[in-house]
């Protein structure tokens, strides 16, 4: 595990250090309180990286199209 805060992890710094700490758990080899210790960062993990996929959808944006189909602008996509 990184010594790296969750909450100053970027997106993929917090995947990938997820994708350790499921590795670790699936093999079974960690003791009892360690993999206490890991499911709780996993969950921190997990939680940083759906809030930058949130973050990155509310910055998606559609192109708007004027009468005659010439872009002219853009705005939020809804539903994301």
């Given at each position: 595990m990184s010594d790296t805060p969750v909450s100053e992890m970027s997106f993929e710094q917090a995947m990938a250090e997820l994708e350790?700490?499921?590795?670790?758990?699936?093999?079974?080899?960690?003791?009892?309180?360690d993999s206490i210790k890991l499911y709780e960062r996993g969950a921190e993990l997990?939680?940083?990286?759906?809030?930058?996929?949130?973050?990155?959808?509310e910055k998606v944006a559609a192109i708007t199209l004027d009468g005659s189909g010439a872009p002219s602008g853009l705005k939020p996509v809804e539903g994301l």
């Open positions: 350790q700490v499921v590795g670790q758990l699936e093999r079974g080899d960690v003791a009892l309180d997990k939680a940083r990286c759906e809030a930058k996929l949130k973050e990155a959808e």
